[in-house]
């Protein structure tokens, strides 16, 4: 599958039938459910680009992944780049795909000289979590919710 150069450019709206496979396969695998609705109005954010902002990584015109990030301020250094979601599609999982597009997004932290550049996954994501060990370091640090109930 891999015939032609990966190219790595910011989400357009002329993706959306492109990304929304990737999207609801990323959704899919964390067993969260999205509504329509949801999808529009996600996809309609990372194409604006003001607060989060998507890419994507093309190869012979197909999207094959697709990453949301986004800065955010922290308390005691300059703003950090957070990679909220990334997803490969399946059949092209082990090209490289998914550290490109963190290596993008490093680029793009440190063209920002932001103070990090993180992420986190899920403890069962071995597949994930192999190339993660491979181009970042784990801090040993966990995530804790508080269930916000929407009424």
Same mark, same amino acid.
């Given at each position: 599958?891999? /015939?032609?150069?990966?190219?790595?450019?910011?989400?357009?709206?002329?993706?959306?039938?492109?990304?929304?496979?990737?999207?609801r396969?990323?959704?899919?695998?964390?067993?969260?459910?999205q509504?329509?609705?949801?999808y529009d /109005?996600?996809?309609?954010?990372?194409?604006?680009?003001?607060?989060?902002?998507?890419?994507?990584?093309?190869?012979d015109?197909?999207?094959?992944?697709?990453?949301?990030?986004?800065?955010?301020p922290?308390?005691?250094?300059?703003?950090?780049?957070?990679l909220?979601?990334?997803?490969?599609?399946?059949? /092209?999982?082990?090209?490289?795909?998914?550290?490109?597009?963190?290596?993008?997004?490093?680029?793009k932290?440190?063209?920002?000289? /932001?103070?990090?550049?993180?992420?986190?996954?899920?403890?069962?994501?071995?597949?994930?979590?192999?190339?993660?060990?491979r181009?970042?370091?784990?801090?040993?640090?966990?995530?804790?919710?508080v269930?916000?109930?929407q009424?």
């Open positions: 599958m891999s /015939a032609g150069k990966l190219e790595i450019s910011p989400l357009v709206a002329a993706d959306r039938a492109g990304w929304e496979p990737l999207a396969g990323y959704k899919a695998f964390y067993k969260t459910a509504t329509d609705a949801e /109005a996600t996809f309609a954010r990372l194409v604006e680009g003001t607060t989060i902002w998507g890419l994507a990584a093309r190869r015109g197909r999207i094959l992944g697709i990453a949301h990030a986004y800065f955010h922290t308390a005691w250094s300059t703003d950090a780049l957070y909220q979601d990334l997803y490969v599609d399946e059949a /092209a999982r082990g090209q490289g795909i998914a550290a490109a597009l963190i290596e993008v997004l490093a680029a932290a440190r063209a920002a000289k /932001a103070s990090r550049f993180h992420w986190t996954t899920h403890h069962e994501n071995a597949r994930a979590r192999a190339l993660y060990d181009v970042a370091q784990w801090r040993g640090f966990l995530r804790y919710d269930a916000l109930d009424a």
